[in-house]
């Protein structure tokens, strides 16, 4: 797999029937391994492991519904009361990350309420926070700690 722009942690792969699968610590079992679960568990362990993301309070795949279309959200952060925070959005490496990808993680934010929204491509990492007041995204230059963030979403 390609070299990310993320923090190298102690990856566990697996070959099963033929198929490289990689751990996940959310779902607590071995996925297949696609470039862009590559990206997922890296930014994860980037989360919880050098942003102070508690790992207890994030969840991957989570099934969301928009209508009547059945969508899964890549990663979802949740505060302490258990409510979404956060959505993250994935892309493979190859994959640019542009406004359809944006209006991707915007969509499901119709139904799950988040104030921020993070995308990857485990090459480029890029943060929206939502202003409740003139309900527009504005770009973060980095992405945020835990505690920073917590900061940012109480202050408005």
């Not at 779902?27 to 590559?38: G, K, S």
Request: proline share 4%.
């Amino acid at each position: 797999m390609e070299q990310l722009s993320l923090p190298p942690y102690a990856i566990n792969v697996r070959e099963h029937r033929g198929r490289t699968q990689i751990y996940d610590v959310l779902r607590r079992r071995y996925v297949a391994l696609t470039p862009e679960e590559w990206v997922r568990q890296h930014f994860v362990h980037y989360l919880a492991g050098h942003l102070g993301y508690p790992l207890s309070l994030m969840g991957n795949e989570v099934r969301i519904s928009i209508g009547a279309k059945q969508l899964r959200a890549d990663t979802v952060v949740y505060n302490r009361q258990l409510q979404p925070e956060v959505v993250v959005e994935y892309k493979a490496p190859t994959i640019a990350l542009t406004r359809k990808v944006f209006d991707q993680v915007a969509d499901y934010n119709q139904q799950l309420h988040v104030r921020c929204l993070m995308l990857s491509n485990g090459m480029q990492h890029m943060c929206f926070l939502l202003d409740t007041h003139s309900m527009t995204y504005r770009q973060l230059k980095d992405i945020p700690t835990y505690e920073q963030l917590k900061r940012l979403i109480d202050n408005g």
